[in-house]
């Protein structure tokens, strides 16, 4: 076992060990600094990677006031100080010792936070693989501050216990009454840990929703439409309804351009002519190669289809597009027709005058009540 640090000030007086630790502190914050800090930074400052920059910048304030203030805390504890101040070594401790303490436990839980949050968002900026949902901050954020306030709790001796049973007790009253919320922090630990999607995907929800994902917070995720407008659902819904990420496993995308060409063509001619209109469009990767597919023989036409990728799923419209055009002009450069449904209409039965009168019959007058009906 290690010698507690108060043997050393054995046979000070007050004033000897006063002096003694405060020259400690300031001595260990000065050196934290200038010395250890300077050498980390200068050495980290040689390295490929970014995150232990991130480290060292967000660490170096909680490290300089824990130098500074465990001073002031171990002052409060050394025997001789205490028996030679004028207050109760009690008030002693309330007003130096365990506030010296709170501030190191504040400074610490925002290192904590900080670097934390840093690291994650480095992370999630390099994309692929190494993708930190934004919602794993947050979460992060919720347990330093319960921690936090958990240790400041006890520094200062209040029982917490009756605390956690109202805390129970309130927190099944919140369960019900924001049970919504509860569900969307839920839902998006779900999305995340499933790895649903990311910011920047392109997903397509059950109900036709599409866009890119923008952000992913705690209760909700925003898409931007193609539309830009910007829709903002639920992560309860996302979770419990069916999520089509078209931006994974990878971001292109296969376009079909369903076409069809009168009966009698030569369909080795038209396929080439399709392939080449194809191969030629610039949205069109150039592999997988784009492919044509007789698909059915229609009621007016054979039915082709034309495959083809594009790079993205935001393209797809355009190269469609692109593409009808192109074929259009293209088939009817060659005289290939795109045949349209037709119909005969046959008209059958004679339509001749009204029959004439018999030969000194008078006419009949038109019925009044006829008339009054109309």
């Given at each position: 076992?290690?010698?507690?640090?108060?043997?050393?000030?054995?046979?000070?007086?007050?004033?000897?060990?006063?002096?003694?630790?405060?020259?400690?502190?300031?001595?260990?914050?000065?050196g934290?600094?200038?010395?250890?800090?300077?050498?980390?930074?200068?050495?980290?400052?040689?390295?490929?990677?970014?995150?232990?920059d991130?480290?060292?910048?967000?660490?170096?304030?909680?490290?300089?006031?824990?130098?500074?203030?465990?001073?002031?805390?171990l002052?409060?504890?050394?025997?001789?100080?205490?028996?030679s101040?004028?207050v109760?070594?009690?008030?002693?401790d309330?007003?130096?010792?365990?506030?010296s303490?709170?501030?190191?436990?504040?400074?610490?839980?925002?290192?904590?936070n900080?670097?934390?949050?840093r690291?994650?968002a480095?992370?999630?900026?390099?994309?692929g693989?190494?993708?930190?949902?934004?919602?794993?901050?947050?979460v992060?954020?919720?347990?330093?501050?319960?921690?936090?306030?958990?240790?400041?709790?006890?520094?200062?001796?209040?029982e917490?216990?009756?605390l956690?049973?109202?805390?129970?007790?309130?927190?099944?009253?919140?369960?019900?009454?924001?049970?919504?919320?509860?569900?969307?922090?839920?839902?998006?630990?779900?999305?995340?840990?499933?790895?649903?999607?990311?910011i920047?995907?392109y997903?397509?929800l059950?109900?036709?929703t599409?866009?890119?994902v923008?952000?992913v917070?705690?209760?909700?995720?925003?898409?931007l439409?193609r539309?830009?407008?910007?829709?903002?659902?639920?992560?309860?819904?996302?979770?419990?309804?069916k999520?089509?990420?078209?931006?994974?496993?990878?971001?292109?995308?296969?376009?079909?351009?369903p076409i069809?060409v009168?009966?009698?063509?030569?369909?080795?001619?038209?396929?080439a002519l399709?392939l080449?209109?194809v191969?030629?469009?610039?949205?069109?990767?150039?592999?997988?190669?784009?492919?044509?597919?007789?698909?059915?023989?229609?009621?007016?036409?054979?039915?082709?289809?034309?495959?083809?990728?594009v790079?993205?799923?935001?393209r797809r419209?355009?190269?469609?597009?692109e593409?009808?055009?192109?074929?259009y002009?293209?088939?009817g450069?060659?005289d290939?027709?795109?045949?349209?449904?037709?119909?005969?209409?046959t008209?059958?039965?004679?339509?001749?005058?009204?029959p004439?009168?018999?030969?000194?019959?008078?006419?009949?007058?038109?019925?009044?009540?006829a008339?009054?009906?109309?």
């Open positions: 076992m290690f010698p507690s640090p108060l043997t050393l000030f054995e046979g000070f007086t007050a004033l000897e060990a006063t002096v003694a630790v405060l020259v400690v502190s300031v001595a260990a914050a000065v934290m600094e200038y010395a250890i800090l300077r050498v980390a930074r200068r050495y980290v400052a040689s390295t490929d990677s970014a995150y232990d991130i480290v060292v910048a967000s660490l170096r304030a909680p490290l300089v006031v824990t130098a500074a203030l465990a001073g002031v805390f002052l409060t504890q050394v025997p001789a100080v205490r028996s101040v004028l109760s070594p009690e008030l002693l309330a007003v130096f010792g365990r506030p303490l709170s501030v190191i436990v504040l400074v610490w839980a925002y290192g904590a900080t670097v934390v949050n690291l994650v480095a992370v999630n900026a390099e994309g693989r190494f993708d930190f949902a934004p919602v794993f901050s947050n992060w954020t919720l347990a330093v501050l319960v921690g936090s306030v958990g240790t400041l709790l006890w520094l200062w001796g209040i917490i216990t009756p956690l049973g109202a805390a129970g007790v309130a927190g099944i009253a919140v369960g019900f009454a924001a049970k919504d919320t509860v569900a969307n922090f839920f839902g998006g630990i779900a999305l995340y840990f499933d790895d649903t999607y990311k920047g995907d997903i397509v059950d109900d036709g599409a866009g890119t923008i952000k917070g705690v209760r909700s995720t925003t898409l439409t539309d830009e407008v910007l829709v903002t659902v639920p992560n309860a819904a996302l979770n419990a309804s999520v089509t990420n078209e931006s994974a496993p990878q971001r292109r995308r296969r376009v079909r351009v069809g009168a009966y009698g063509t030569d369909v080795d001619d038209f396929e399709a080449a209109v191969g030629a469009e610039p949205l069109v990767l150039d592999s997988p190669k784009p492919r044509a597919r007789f698909r059915s023989f229609g009621d007016s036409a054979l039915q082709y289809e034309i495959l083809c990728w790079n993205g799923p935001t419209r355009r190269a469609q597009h593409l009808n055009r192109a074929l002009v293209a088939l450069d060659a290939i027709e795109i045949p349209y449904p037709k119909r005969d209409v008209v059958s039965g004679a339509v001749g005058p009204a004439a009168a018999r030969d000194g019959a008078p006419e009949s007058d038109p019925d009044p009540s008339d009054a009906a109309t």
